[in-house]
């Protein structure tokens, strides 16, 4: 029987390790690369064009190994750069501070670039020939150095490599993580914002649950009232009148036991509850008002809050309520889809509605609530005795 062999810890922590660098490297973006390549080719440039005069002085060096060491070094350092400080930044290690982490993913930068790039960039066959000619060069000139100096010499040029990049890359990485903090906390705010928008709108149809009990106590009672009278004069008038209350209280009743947030669902379900209102009141008072709806079938099916289209609705005909004849003798109502938007067009044959009125500001709360300053409320006067309500809100459907 083969005994199965389990990994040491320390063999599968170094594996878990090695799997969360390689997630991370994988999870580069294409925007931090071109911008890792971008940043080098502007430190390559620069280092270029302030060594070009080792081309033309005394030191004469090729073009190739110009470019290779002054030009392709900052470019690959952008790289080394990227990769060491997504390690720091994607796969955190438990218990290491972020501080920590990111100064270690610089300090290996640093060495990395200094000690086994550049040495690496000696080997090319450009710049290998050219160090090999300025070795010849400084023989014949009887500059004979020990080759003991001449490595401290190439230490110390790495060194001095190595403290360049820990300064520049110390800044890159500050500018990153102050950048990534400011991110942090939009984010956050946005965050913030959401949730007192989510709490403002529950709040808001938590009063429409309360407003939605209210079926107009005065306005019930004086319909029952006239029914009773009417069925001693004309018995089939008040049976009307009746069965139009009745298909009233069919839709606006259900109501009462949905929630804020479910209440009037879609456009169509308030449409039906303006329009059997308005039935109630044209057949108490002799076919006035008359109604017409309009509605774009897409729009029907729009999302919509409950009680925004009826309270301007009621201030047409409010004398109704009061057992008086309504002031508006037709009411239209057109609704369409215009790009993103749900216009709906409320037109009473009635003038002065746009009057300053509590009903009309409470209407514009709730619609700044409920759709986060994306809805209007519009009312003018187009013609003496007609008043326009035009309600926009944004298309949605569930």
């Known amino acids: 029987m083969n005994a199965i062999t389990q990994p040491t810890p320390v063999a599968s922590r170094g594996l878990g390790a090695l799997a969360r660098l390689l997630r991370a490297w994988r999870s580069i973006t294409p925007t931090e ?14 280092s270029v064009l302030t060594s070009i005069e080792v081309v033309l002085g005394e030191d004469r060096i090729s073009l190739a190994s110009l470019f290779l060491l002054s030009g392709l070094m900052p470019v690959l350092g952008s790289f080394i750069a990227l990769l060491c400080w997504v390690a720091a930044d994607r796969s955190p290690a ?39 000619r300025h070795q010849e060069v400084m023989k014949r000139e009887g500059d004979r150095k020990d080759d003991r100096m001449v490595e401290v010499g190439l230490q110390f040029m790495q060194v001095r490599e190595s403290l360049g990049v820990l300064v520049f890359g110390g800044l890159g990485f500050l500018l990153i993580e ?45 319909t029952l009232v006239d029914i009773e009278a009417l069925y001693e004069r004309d018995a089939r008038s008040a049976a009307r009148i009746l069965d139009d209350l009745i298909t009233y209280l069919r839709v606006a009743l259900p109501r009462l036991r949905e929630t804020g947030a479910t209440a009037g669902t879609h456009l169509a379900e308030e449409i039906d509850l303006v329009r059997a209102y308005l039935e109630v009141v044209s057949a108490r008072h002799g076919g006035r008002p008359q109604a017409r709806f309009v509605v774009e079938p897409e729009c029907a099916r729009a999302r919509f809050y409950p009680m925004l289209l009826l309270p301007l609705v009621q201030r047409g005909v409010r004398g109704a309520a009061q057992d008086e004849p309504p002031p508006a003798d037709r009411v239209e109502i057109t609704a369409k889809r215009v790009h993103n938007d749900v216009f709906i067009a409320l037109r009473v044959h009635a003038a002065g509605l746009c009057d300053e009125h509590p009903e009309l500001a409470r209407v514009r709360e709730r619609l700044d609530g409920l759709y986060a300053g994306r809805a209007t409320l519009y009312c003018g006067e187009p013609k003496p005795g007609i008043t326009d309500f035009t309600l926009k809100i944004p298309f949605q459907q569930d």
């Open 33 to 46: 690369l071109w911008t890792a390549l971008g940043v080098g080719l502007g430190g390559g440039l620069v």
């Open 94 to 132: 438990e218990g290491v501070k972020r501080w920590t982490r990111l100064s270690i993913a610089l300090a290996v930068t640093a060495l990395l670039s200094a000690w086994v790039v550049r040495p690496l960039m000696f080997e090319l066959p450009p710049v290998q020939r050219d160090w090999e």
């Open 178 to 222: 102050v950048r990534r903090r400011r991110r942090l906390a939009n984010e956050a705010l946005s965050a913030i914002l959401r949730q007192r928008a989510t709490l403002s709108r529950r709040v808001f149809e938590s009063r429409l649950a309360a407003m939605q009990a209210q079926v107009e106590p005065q306005f019930l009672f004086n």
